[in-house]
């Protein structure tokens, strides 16, 4: 599977971007998919993520009502909605997958398998 993120770029503080993540081919609601991100000097962190199968979604507390993900199964697209950026979420935001943890989700990046290249977001003060 190869991912493709797109759609970073720089951004005042409160504005809003999208992120999408382009998948090679169709991704089963069985495997896990979330977003993480990566600021210089920091842990890759989790962002977004489904869980039960694509039913539910998880975000970090620090996103939760500013974020949300969704996907486009037909498309083999997900996306990542970033609206009231702040400074601290600068980074390199990623998109995974894994055909495990479907079911459960996973905010642990050692669980996924398969990454993009990843796409800066640049939010200035």
């Known amino acids: 599977v190869r991912l493709v993120e797109s759609g970073g770029g720089l951004v005042q503080a409160g504005g809003s971007l999208k992120l999408s993540c382009a998948a090679s081919?169709?991704?089963?609601?069985?495997?896990?998919m979330g977003w993480f991100r990566q600021a210089p000097g920091k842990e890759r962190e989790f962002v977004a993520g489904?869980?039960?199968?694509?039913?539910?979604?998880d975000y970090t507390d620090s996103v939760w009502g500013r974020f949300t993900i969704s996907r486009d199964n037909a498309k083999n697209l997900m996306y990542l909605q970033m609206n009231s950026l702040k400074p601290e979420d600068t980074a390199v935001y990623y998109c995974a997958t894994d055909p495990r943890y479907g079911s459960t989700g996973s905010r642990y990046p050692t669980n996924y398998r398969y990454w993009g290249q990843g796409t800066q977001v640049t939010v200035s003060s």
């Open positions: 489904f869980t039960g199968s694509g039913v539910y979604r």
């Open positions: 081919e169709t991704i089963p609601n069985t495997y896990a």
